[in-house]
């Protein structure tokens, strides 16, 4: 096969994609990716060997670079076979003086054009690894630190560092060279949840020290008459310095998709011009981006592969890259990004074609929810409230994802739904109504902010004193697609949520034997027919 990638929820036939990803992603871009998560395992080893795991400039290498290598995030294969050089040179930088007794990865020495580089990846991939269990399991804990590494690039970018965390991501990458058995690597993918636990703390300590804590708030889905830009993606960050060069210049904002969340930061609410959202989730972004008619800012996945429609306004920037895109570099230390030819080209275009009104409300962080927590505890008490339903995670293409939007429609009045990702828009637009003021929808924020459904959960066990999270009227029924999903599945796990429904399908780099672990230890399943989920779900099953 030219190549093989298993790595989100969309594989082909739920087995793995080996002609070209259903991504969009081609032969060549995914044997880079493979190659450059060969060359990090190379640099973790020497790192770990010379006990400097918690470096800075390795930590800060190591996130970049698997942040690149995400479903839907880079399919440059030009960037890509400029950071797997920039690996090797820090490797080389760092390695054995002198004469050199290190082993494969770490020595070996390569140079060349992306053609040449992703012919070298053919022998690293996924399936170098022979035995299912351990590939599983070595998938398991790779795709568990890829979406580690994503929250951990957001948060440096707004200077919220843990070396601790640089330091696992060079322990769990070192580990894949590594003869361990299948209880050690088990044991390593259960503390990848705990630092996934310690990564979104961080995260969310970055995001609400720069630009407050979310509050409710209420955005329009509508257009005005003056030209607009759309930025996708998750960091907040180019969001301000977006948002701060806009304004004053007639140009409107709309955030999409997972930077809906946005519109809940005080920080940002200040900016008039930043007049809502416009669209769904990310895979609708061919059809919405064509009618929006202005530019569109990538700030990191979810890209889909560009339509000529409108190749000619959509900028990349940050971990996000496409062939014959533009892209906006990097900020320099100290400095910001430069927007200035999105915002002179938004000003030539039309403004966005309305293809919806009304608004939807959000900001229902952990720190808001606890502000409404007398509310909460009260409606729960009186029975007003039966059951929360936390409905997560990740939207995708498969038609087989309107259970949830099912599950939302068809659960009884009296619970309410938990959501934060891209999964929430399948359910966000509903009119579900609400319980004494409650919304029956609370959006906490991106998945990153998976983390406050988490708080909130913890904060409810500590004030109904009970001794297990299992043991509040919680149920878990999550939608996946990427690893930033994996990590806070992880990360659930971890804090000893049971009884969780993963789908529409569970991942394809499970085994049988590592699915059998996880059944008997944590009681994970896959979601089913939406009224027998909703039945055990009331049930507490």
Known sequence: MSMFCYQCQETCKNTGCTVAGMCGKKE?????QDLLIFALRGLATVADRKGIANDKEIGELITRSLFVTITNANFDNDAISAIITE???LRDKVKCEGTCACSVPECVTWSGTPAEYAAKAVSVGVLSTENEDVRSLRSLLTYGLKGMAAYAHHAEMLGKEDDTIYAFMVEGLAALDKELSADELVALVLKAGEFGVTTMALLDAANTGAYGNPEISEVNIGVSDKPGILISGHDLKDMEELLKQTAGTGVDVYTHSEMLPANYYPAFKKYDNLVGNYGNAWWKQAEEFTSFNGPILM?????VPVKDAYKDRIFTTGATGYPDVKHIADRTDGGTKDFSEIIELAKTCQSPVEIETGSIVGGFAHNQVMALADTVVGAVKSGAVKRFVVMAGCDGRQKSRSYFTEVAEQLPEDTIILTAGCAKYRYNKLKLGDIGGIPRVLDAGQCNDSYSL????????EVFELE???????????GWYEQKAVIVLLALLYLGVKGIRLGPTLPAFLSPNVVKVLVENFDIKPTGEVKADIEAMMAGK
């Open 28 to 32: 060549e871009t995914a044997n880079l």
């Open 87 to 89: 690996v090797l040179a």
């Open 299 to 303: 700030t990191t996945n979810c890209i």
């Open 454 to 461: 988490a708080v909130i959960a913890l904060k409810l066990k």
């Open 468 to 478: 297990d999270i299992n043991d509040l009227p919680i149920s878990f029924d999550i």
